[in-house]
């Protein structure tokens, strides 16, 4: 039992350094920033009025607890604050605290600001949210429960901050990977059990729905006999995606692969958000470990970290 009890603690809180934490922080900056930008001009238009009440209508049926820009608007006009200084206040917000991730600038608050706020805003604006608001909601509740600040933030290296508990580095980035797996392999599985994947009918159609058609559809034509080749890899690579993801002999492969498949997802669709968020948890959670830095300064012995868990 006690065997047992060991090996799941060295599988759960395996020892490990801070790196993919700052990836996973700059990455969701630079994530947080552009989306903020992106809907600099239509933030107001899609976030007020008929269409957010419509949106969380539909959002209370679910749950009255779930976060959403109306609970702040019925406080602003309780307190005489016009709508569209909040609205605007909610987007500088966002977009501050995505700067304040990219540099590591008070990244605790950063991270607990960009995930509220978005979670808000993608709730609220129900209608026009998709995958990537769900991954970036994802990323940015683990970064917030990581131990932060990394080696790399501005908060280590000028004001001078520690994590309280580096131990946990390990877990959460396990946590990370165990739910991509689950993410991939269910996403594989159903494209698995359809012929539109098989056939590559179902590339074809993703490829000419509006408004991801960024390709002429005569082009595509012209390639259609590459539909079920792309299909086909789509499937195996996503099904395959927690077997092979976690051996050392084939995770650069498959990390390489999936992150060229979302690149190819950006180009020819044009869901470059979808596809800057996927490629950063996957850096995230399945770089190796110990890439080079220049400070000479070790953050944490990595032979000492699963003891000290294992005793606690």
């Given at each position: 039992m006690e065997a047992f009890r060991k090996r799941l603690l060295e599988f759960l809180i395996p020892p490990e350094t801070d790196?993919?934490?700052?990836?996973?922080?700059?990455?969701?900056?630079?994530?947080?920033?552009l989306y903020s930008l992106s809907l600099r001009t239509d933030w107001t238009y899609l976030l007020s009025g008929t269409i957010r009440r419509l949106a969380e209508a539909l959002l209370s049926l679910e749950s009255h607890f779930i976060?959403?820009?109306?609970?702040?608007?019925?406080?602003?006009?309780?307190?005489?604050?016009?709508?569209?200084?909040?609205l605007f206040t909610a987007w500088a917000s966002l977009l501050v605290a995505g700067c304040g991730l990219f540099i590591g600038l008070v990244s605790r608050v950063s991270a607990i600001v960009a995930w509220f706020v978005h979670l808000c805003a993608a709730k609220s604006g129900g209608f026009m949210s998709y995958g990537m608001d769900n991954f970036v909601t994802i990323g940015l509740f683990y970064l917030m429960l990581s131990p932060l600040p990394?080696?790399?933030?501005?908060?280590?290296?000028?004001?001078?901050?520690?994590?309280?508990?580096?131990?946990?580095?390990?877990?959460?980035?396990?946590?990370?990977?165990l739910h991509l797996c689950v993410v991939y392999f269910f996403s594989g599985l159903a494209?698995?059990?359809?012929?539109?994947?098989?056939?590559?009918?179902?590339?074809?159609?993703?490829?000419?729905?509006?408004?991801?058609?960024?390709?002429?559809?005569?082009?595509l034509v012209r390639g259609k006999y590459l539909f079920p080749i792309a299909g086909i890899l789509i499937c195996v690579l996503e099904f395959g995606y927690p077997f092979f993801i976690w051996s050392a002999r084939t995770r650069k492969v498959w990390l390489?692969?999936?992150?060229?498949?979302?690149?190819?997802?950006?180009?020819?669709?044009?869901m470059y958000l979808f596809s800057l968020v996927m490629i950063v948890l996957n850096l995230a959670a399945f770089t190796p470990a110990g890439f080079p830095c220049r400070t000479n300064r070790?953050?944490?012995?990595r032979r000492e970290l699963l003891p000290d868990v294992m005793s606690s």
């Open positions: 790196h993919w934490l700052a990836i996973l922080r700059v990455g969701l900056g630079v994530e947080v920033m976060p959403r820009l109306g609970w702040f608007a019925a406080l602003a006009a309780q307190l005489g604050v016009d709508e569209n200084l909040l990394d080696q790399f933030s501005l908060d280590w290296r000028l004001r001078d901050l520690r994590p309280k508990d580096p131990q946990f580095l390990g877990f959460w980035r396990r946590v990370l990977q494209k698995c059990l359809g012929s539109g994947w098989w056939n590559g009918s179902s590339v074809w159609r993703a490829l000419i729905r509006p408004p991801f058609n960024a390709i002429d559809p005569e082009i390489v692969s999936v992150c060229a498949m979302h690149v190819a997802i950006a180009v020819t669709m044009g070790s953050v944490y012995n």
